[in-house]
C-alpha cells in the first residue's frame, strides 16, 4: 500500500461478506471474496464508477419504460396499461405551460415555488419553440428535457450517497438499482427536491452547515418533506448538547426558503396559497393506512369499516387531519424517546428515515413517486439488501395494481377493490418491518455495519463526531483480483 494512503482509507466492506443476502446470491458466481485473493489497484472502473454508470443505466431504462406515453397520446388508457403515467407530461397541459403561462403569475400550481419555477424554466421555452414551429410535439419536448434534468438530480443524489460512504460505495447501488426508482424516477419531479436533500446531508457530513443550509432550505422549498430531517438534527442536538452548527444550518435553511418563497407570496398570494389549501384540503388519498381502513374487504362483498369512511365526509377533512397529524406528531415522540434512550446516539441517517417514515405511514396521502423520499434515506439508515428488496418488491406491486386500481376507477374493472388494498397493505408493513430493523439498529448498535465499518462513528454525523469521518480519498480504492 502507498505510503500516503491511510488503512481507513481502503475499501474496506466487501458486501459478499458483510451482507449474508448478497453472499448467497454470490454463491451462484463461486462464493465471497476468498481469504488468499489479491487486490489490485484500479485506474478506472472504481466502485464509484461503476455505482455511477448503474444508476445512469437505470434512469436511462426507466425513460424507455415512460416512453409509450412520450406522445401525450393517451387514448384507450393506455397511460395505465402501460405503466407509463407520469405527471410531468399531464400538467404540462394542466398548469397552463403549453399557453404560455407563468407559474403562479398567470396560473395557480399546487406544488411549492421551487418546483413551480423548475416547471416553467423547462415548460416555457418549449411553448416558444413549439409556437414557432422548431419543435412537432412541444408535451413530449418537455417530458424529454424534464427527464434529463430529473435524471442528473438523481445522478447527484447517488453521488452524494458514495461521499458520505467512501468506505461502503456499493451501498450505493441499492439506490441505483433499486426497483421503485425504475418505476417512479419521472412520474413527478421529486427527483429534483431528493437530489438537493442528499447534496445537504452530504456537507452537514462534511461540516459545513452553511451550505448544508442552503441546500436543505432549497430542497424544502421544491417539496417539503426535507424540512423533516430538521428533526432528526433536533434530536441529536437534544442527545449530544452540539447547537451551534445546527442552528446555524437552520438559519441558512429558514432564510432560503424565505428568500424563494416570500417574494412569490407577496406578489401572487392566491397562487401561493393554494398548496397549502390544496393539501390541507384533500381527503383520504390512495393506498394509505386511512384508504387500508376504509377499503379493507370483510367479506360478503362489503368493504371498509365505517369510522374510516365517515373521515371523508367533511369537505374540510378536519377530524381527518387532526388525526392523522396527532399520529405523526407521536410518532416523532417515539423517536426522539429512541433517541435520548439509545446506548450511543444515533445516526442521522436513521432518525431521518424514521421520520420521513413516519410521515408516510401515518399520512392522509402516499403518492407512489414518494417512495423515492426514502431510498436514499434507507440505504444510509440500513444498508442491507434483504429487507431492503423485500420492500422494495413491495412497492413495485402496489405500483402495478395502482394501475389497475386506476383503471377500474376509470370504468374497466381489473381486479377486485381487495388486490389493491392488499397490495397496499404489503407496501406498508415491508416499509414498517425495515423501520423496525432501523430501531433494532438503533438500540443495539452492534448490529450497526455502518458503526462495524466506521469503527463506532457516524459518517454522516458531521460536528456529532469527534473528526472528520470521511475524509477525501488519495488514490482510488483497490478492486479485487482472485488468483
Known sequence: MPPTVRPEHRLSDEPATS??????????????????????????????????????????????????????????????????????LALYYAEGLNEGQVPYADHKVEYPVLT????????LPVHSLGQQGAIDNPGQTFYDLNAVVL???????????????????WDAAMFAAAPALFVSATVNWDLFCVGLA??????????????????????????????????????LCIRTGKWKEALATFGVGAATWLAINVPVAILYWESWIKFWDFNSQRGIDWGTLWYIGAHFPRGSGQYGFPYFQNLDLDPEHATLNVLYLGLFLLSCVGILIIGLRA??????????????AAFLITGKVWSQQYVLWLIPLAVLARPRWGAFLAWQAAEVLYFV???????????????????????????????????GYVIRDILHPEFDVVRETYEGEDPDGGVFNRDEVEPPLIVPPPLVKTL
Open 19 to 88: 451482507d449474508r443476502f448478497v453472499g448467497g446470491l454470490s454463491e451462484s458466481i463461486g462464493g465471497p471474496l476468498g481469504s488468499h485473493a489479491v487486490r489490485t489497484s484500479s485506474r478506472f472502473w472504481t466502485p464509484a464508477r461503476v455505482v455511477l454508470l448503474l444508476i445512469c443505466a437505470m434512469l436511462s431504462f426507466s425513460w424507455m419504460q415512460k416512453s409509450p406515453c412520450r406522445d401525450g397520446a393517451w387514448a384507450d388508457m393506455k397511460q395505465y396499461k402501460y405503466f407509463c403515467y407520469t405527471d410531468v
Open 116 to 123: 413551480g419555477a423548475f416547471m416553467g424554466v423547462l415548460g
Open 343 to 356: 446506548p450511543i446516539p444515533p445516526r442521522l441517517a436513521q432518525l431521518a428515515f424514521l421520520i420521513v
Open 401 to 435: 395494481s395502482f394501475y389497475g386500481e386506476l383503471m377500474g376507477a376509470s370504468g374497466r374493472q381489473v381486479f377486485p377493490e381487495g388486490v389493491f388494498v392488499l397490495a397496499s397493505i404489503l407496501r406498508l408493513v415491508t416499509l414498517a418491518v425495515l423501520v
Open 151 to 169: 435524471s442528473a438530480f438523481g445522478i447527484a443524489a447517488v453521488a452524494a450517497t458514495i461521499a458520505v460512504r467512501r468506505r461502503r460505495p
Open 198 to 235: 442528499a447534496i445537504s446531508i452530504t456537507f452537514w457530513a462534511r461540516r459545513r452547515p452553511l451550505l448544508a443550509g442552503l441546500f436543505l432550505g432549497l430542497a424544502t422549498a421544491a417539496k417539503f418533506y426535507p424540512v423533516l430531517i430538521l428533526g432528526a438534527l433536533l434530536v
